[in-house]
Nanobody
């Protein structure tokens, strides 16, 4: 069993930075590939970034590549999302997810966090 708790969201102006954290409880955290998703009002949840259980491989959505960085500290049971050069279109609820596979679909994800709100004003 893994429980995920996100933090670090807030209200910022365009161009600012935020770092989201996802704290995981449970002994099997290091076995999971981890990802960040986001959901804006009236839109479907979308993939943002993912990182392998070992931390050696990452993947990003085209809309955030070059601005966002995902990382993890297995010893601390935490995954991070560093968000730079934020834009109003980045406004959404951000969720972390744990997946034993590298597919990150609704069927493959085992655990979701409760989400943290990020609002970027223009």
């Amino acid at each position: 069993q893994v429980q995920l708790v996100e933090s670090g969201g807030g209200l910022v102006q365009a161009g600012a930075s935020l770092r989201l954290s996802c704290a995981a409880s449970g002994r099997t955290f290091s076995n999971y590939n981890m990802a960040w998703f986001r959901q804006a009002p009236g839109k479907e949840r979308e993939f943002v970034a993912a990182i392998r259980w070992s931390g050696g491989i990452t993947q990003y959505a085209a809309s955030v590549k070059g601005r966002f960085t995902i990382s993890r500290e297995n010893a601390e049971g935490t995954v991070y999302l560093q968000m730079n050069s934020l834009k109003p279109e980045d406004t959404a609820v951000y969720y972390c997810a744990a997946d034993p596979t590298w597919t990150f679909t609704a069927a493959s994800i085992d655990y979701w966090g409760q989400g943290t709100q990020v609002t970027v004003s223009s």
